[in-house]
């Protein structure tokens, strides 16, 4: 990906002001509302606002208006949008329904590093225990991906593995009912090690609640132990 023109940038970030709501409930949180609208004489760029409608995007802090779409950035902190037709490294690409979002750290600008953040501010509904979503990371501990509540960070825990994905959880029975940000940050590592993609989908508010570590360690074992005496059996 190129560093992109300013001209460009203020066209979609104008365009992304007007597309403003007033905020209420979240919306397209399996990034099935993407329009591809793009960005004219400047491929491969598409407006963020109509991409990722009802998110913000911000790259070191600055609102982004530009995404890709069925490409990903090589080495810049961006945004893209990705579907069935999208072949990505080592198995990245679309997780579910028609559309992936895709967010990295990176360069930004002349000899700088930044942050991706997707951000969306909603109610969260009464009633709700936990935040689930599925994201693949790519050899990215937890410590170059995180995700928050009005800046608060979440503990998350790996629930169960796709095949190009891991469901994870967090307990965020403490904001039901309320109005938050809900973030979800690709961090430029310092050290640097690399950029940090991230493929991101299917983000549900959910009435369960979150099983602790120990209760998932020992229903593992019960499935192991079931399936010991299974075979044992057989013999």
């Known amino acids: 990906m190129k560093i992109r023109d300013s001209s460009i940038l203020l066209v979609a970030f104008v ?29 491969p760029f598409y ?20 995404v890709t779409y069925d490409s ?13 037709g999208f072949i990505g490294p080592s198995g990245g690409g679309l997780i579910d329904g028609h559309f992936t ?14 942050d991706a953040k997707l951000e969306q501010i909603g109610l969260i509904p009464a009633g709700t225990q936990s935040l689930l979503f599925k994201a693949r990371l790519f050899s990215a501990p937890l410590d170059y991906f995180g995700v928050s509540l009005d800046g608060q960070a979440l503990s998350l825990t790996p ?4 095949p190009n994905y891991t469901l994870y959880g967090a307990d965020i029975h403490a904001w039901a009912g309320q109005t938050a940000a809900l973030a979800f940050t690709s961090f430029y590592p310092h050290p640097q090690v690399g ?3 991230v493929y991101l989908d299917a983000i549900e508010f959910s009435p369960q609640s979150i099983p602790e570590p120990s209760v998932l360690g020992l ?17």
């Open 15 to 43: 365009c992304t002001a007007i597309s403003v709501r007033a905020q209420g409930n979240f919306q397209n949180l399996g990034f099935e509302s993407s329009t591809l609208v793009p960005v004219p004489g400047a491929p």
């Open 47 to 66: 407006y963020f606002a109509q991409a990722f409608p009802g998110w913000t995007g911000y790259i070191g802090g600055v609102q982004d208006g530009l």
């Open 72 to 84: 990903v950035p090589m080495s810049t902190a961006g945004f893209a949008i990705v579907d069935s």
């Open 101 to 114: 979002a895709f967010l990295m750290s990176g360069a930004a600008g002349v000899g700088g590093q930044a």
């Open 159 to 162: 629930l169960q593995s796709g």
């Open 195 to 197: 950029q940090i993609p």
């Open 219 to 235: 229903s593992a074992l019960g499935a192991l132990l079931l399936g010991w005496r299974i075979l044992g059996g057989r013999r």
